[in-house]
């Protein structure tokens, strides 16, 4: 997906590994207005994700933000900066292995994978994260945003 053409704003990156979260905040301000997309979040540790948990109010800018993260940085973000999932709240997307935005088909397939692995529906999986018993492994965070229930991670 080109993200300059889906925001019509010019797109900068900004890596957030090994970086304060204070550095970070002051690189997404300056300038406020572009779309900005936020790497190297994968290598947070906890103390780095609850420090950007509490400072998420920091973020807040004119211009879009996206966060890309692997399955186990999501997974992270979800366990380490809960008020910061729930800001992003259903907000979240799976992207295909080229980079872009997975067709229907290849989330079809990815589905079918993980059912016939966990020999679960995705049912089950909705109502086991509705009733908080849905283990953290990343692929079930993966599976959750597949099935549109992002919300639920």
Not at 27 to 36: G, N
Not at 94 to 113: D, F, I, K
Request: hydrophobic share 45%.
């Amino acid at each position: 997906m080109d993200l300059a053409a889906k925001f019509d704003v010019p797109v900068r990156r900004v890596c957030a590994a090994g970086r304060p979260v204070g550095q970070l905040r002051a690189d997404l301000q300056a300038p406020d207005d572009d779309a900005v997309l936020i790497t190297g979040l994968d290598r947070f540790d906890p103390d780095h994700w609850r420090a950007l948990d509490i400072n998420r109010s920091g973020l807040a800018r004119r211009g879009p933000i996206v966060l890309w993260l692997s399955a186990e940085g999501l997974t992270n973000l979800c366990s380490w900066a809960p008020n910061l999932k729930s800001f992003i709240g259903g907000s979240m997307f799976a992207a295909a292995s080229h980079g872009g935005v997975m067709t229907a088909e290849e989330r079809q397939q990815r589905l079918e994978q993980l059912a016939a692995h966990y020999r679960m529906s995705g049912e089950e999986v909705i109502r086991l994260a509705e009733s908080g018993a849905l283990p953290t492994e990343p692929q079930f965070v993966e599976w959750l945003v597949l099935l549109g229930r992002g919300d639920l991670v």
